[in-house]
């Protein structure tokens, strides 16, 4: 029998039989074509919105797990270290070199093969079954790789029908991009059709990555994953509460949907928090103040760190408490980059009466320092080259959530 904890997974990837999963529609649709197509996917959005589930519950459809090389984080790695994941998983025993270039070319070998190009591997392949025998006749296979471009590398990748993921694309060195470049131009020349590669990371990435080299750039394909629409929020929670046959309201629907801001992690917290309410009655009936008590938990243990950036932000003595305003349409705003129109139109209609754009410049600028957090930033241009004027974001996409989750609260003690 399915329970709460097996259809709602927080924190994991929901990739197992029984967890709940929303499709990601037309994001995901693009990125099927994508893959269909031999192209890169190269799947960006800001952090929480779902990137690293969408691929993976896809690649599982599509191709299942016994090929797939899921490289969790490519931080302080290199892509030596991506080869040899790859070439690992299907049954390769690696002995890899790495050799060092003093200023006056002289090459100080560390054990085995050697190469002279610092940062290039330089390794004996050779199949698991070079070490065993039958009958006393030992098979050997074994090949030299000198490169991380090796055409040899990505044959035999291509042969195994590798799915390689590629996450955290963000946090790479710059040695590392500059290598996946050369290792993406040779995968192109080499035509590939069953080895498949795929790039998850944040939105400042894909024109980091093709900036290296303008000519990857009919490699790739950009797929912008946004935060989870109404729809898509709504389905996650009916076809879950279905699965473990609870009864839900479609109040107690919407405010569910409302207060996880498009989070898939948050929104699978509080379903789990309200389902396992439910679950344990004999009507299985979910009720509203389940979802309040779920928001009311997620809040609490959240307290040390959240409500403390929060309530630093939001401190001063002003009756209109601008700082307080603006977090709270930023939060209630479902858009990732926001501007002074959107910002001064949500404020306006708390207070009941005009709001200028001066009149809220100073306080928004202050929650970009540190003395107020900071909590928000100026949105970056891709190139790195300045920022985008009039669009703000939260540095922590958690507090938007939070702080929808605090205004909620208060209009419940409020209404107590």
């Given at each position: 029998?399915?329970?709460?904890?097996?259809?709602?997974?927080?924190?994991?990837?929901?990739?197992d039989?029984?967890?709940?999963y929303?499709?990601?529609?037309s994001s995901e649709?693009?990125f099927?074509?994508?893959l269909d197509?031999?192209?890169?996917p190269?799947?960006?959005?800001e952090?929480?919105?779902?990137?690293t589930?969408?691929?993976r519950?896809?690649?599982?459809s599509?191709?299942?797990?016994?090929?797939?090389?899921?490289?969790?984080?490519?931080?302080?790695?290199?892509?030596?270290?991506?080869?040899?994941?790859?070439?690992?998983k299907?049954?390769?025993?690696i002995?890899?070199?790495?050799?060092?270039?003093?200023?006056?070319t002289?090459?100080?070998?560390?054990?085995?093969?050697?190469?002279a190009?610092?940062g290039?591997?330089?390794?004996?392949l050779?199949?698991?079954?070079?070490?065993?025998?039958?009958s006393?006749?030992?098979?050997?296979?074994?090949?030299l790789?000198?490169?991380?471009t090796?055409?040899?590398?990505i044959?035999?990748?291509?042969?195994?029908e590798?799915?390689?993921?590629?996450?955290?694309?963000h946090?790479a060195?710059d040695?590392?991009l500059?290598?996946?470049?050369k290792?993406?131009?040779?995968?192109g020349?080499?035509?590939?059709?069953?080895?498949?590669?795929?790039?998850l990371?944040?939105?400042?990435?894909?024109s980091?990555l093709?900036?290296?080299d303008?000519g990857?750039?009919?490699?790739i394909e950009?797929?912008?994953l946004?935060?989870?629409?109404n729809?898509?929020?709504?389905a996650?929670?009916?076809?879950?509460?279905?699965?473990?046959?609870?009864?839900i309201?479609d109040?107690?629907?919407?405010k569910?949907?409302?207060v996880?801001?498009?989070?898939?992690?948050?929104?699978?917290?509080?379903?789990?928090?309200?389902?396992?309410?439910a679950?344990?009655?004999?009507?299985?009936?979910?009720?509203?103040?389940?979802v309040?008590?779920?928001?009311?938990?997620?809040?609490?243990?959240r307290?040390?760190?959240?409500y403390?950036?929060?309530?630093?932000?939001?401190?001063?003595?002003?009756?209109?408490?601008y700082?307080?305003q603006?977090l709270?349409?930023?939060?209630?705003?479902?858009d990732?980059?926001v501007?002074?129109?959107?910002?001064?139109?949500?404020?306006?209609?708390?207070l009941?009466?005009?709001?200028?754009?001066q009149?809220l410049?100073?306080?928004?600028?202050?929650?970009?320092?540190?003395?107020?957090?900071?909590v928000?930033?100026?949105?970056?241009?891709n190139?790195g080259?300045?920022?985008?004027?009039?669009?703000?974001?939260?540095?922590?996409?958690?507090?938007?959530a939070?702080?929808?989750?605090?205004v909620?609260?208060?209009a419940?003690?409020f209404?107590?």
């Open positions: 029998m399915l329970t709460p904890n097996n259809v709602f997974r927080p924190g994991k990837l929901p990739i039989p029984g967890n709940v929303s499709s990601r529609g649709a693009e099927k074509k994508c197509r031999g192209f890169i190269l799947v960006y959005g952090y929480g919105v779902g990137k589930s969408m691929a519950h896809i690649v599982r599509l191709y299942g797990d016994s090929k797939l090389v899921n490289v969790e984080s490519v931080a302080d790695k290199e892509l030596v270290d991506i080869i040899e994941q790859c070439l690992e299907i049954g390769y025993a002995e890899r070199t790495k050799t060092d270039q003093t200023s006056n002289k090459t100080s070998e560390k054990g085995g093969e050697a190469s190009m610092v290039f591997l330089s390794a004996k050779s199949s698991k079954r070079s070490n065993s025998s039958t006393g006749e030992t098979y050997i296979s074994e090949f790789v000198k490169s991380p090796s055409s040899k590398v044959e035999i990748c291509e042969k195994n590798i799915v390689l993921i590629l996450d955290e694309l946090r060195k040695a590392f500059e290598d996946l470049v290792f993406i131009k040779a995968y020349n080499s035509n590939c059709d069953k080895f498949k590669i795929i790039l990371g944040t939105s400042s990435d894909p980091k093709v900036n290296k303008p990857i750039d009919r490699l950009d797929l912008h946004k935060s989870m629409d729809p898509e929020r709504i996650l929670i009916t076809s879950g509460m279905s699965d473990l046959e609870i009864n309201s109040v107690a629907v919407q569910l949907a409302s996880s801001v498009g989070s898939p992690n948050i929104l699978q917290y509080l379903c789990l928090e309200s389902a396992e309410k679950f344990v009655r004999s009507t299985r009936a979910l009720e509203v103040s389940d309040d008590d779920a928001v009311e938990d997620y809040v609490n243990k307290e040390s760190r959240l403390r950036l929060y309530m630093q932000a939001i401190e001063n003595k002003g009756v209109k408490r700082r307080k603006i709270r349409a930023m939060s209630e705003i479902e990732e980059y501007t002074m129109e959107q910002i001064r139109e949500k404020v306006k209609s708390y009941g009466g005009d709001v200028s754009a009149d410049s100073g306080a928004l600028r202050k929650l970009k320092e540190k003395p107020y957090g900071p928000l930033r100026d949105v970056d241009k190139d080259s300045g920022i985008i004027q009039n669009y703000t974001t939260f540095i922590d996409p958690a507090l938007k939070f702080i929808r989750m605090q909620l609260r208060e419940i003690e209404a107590n």
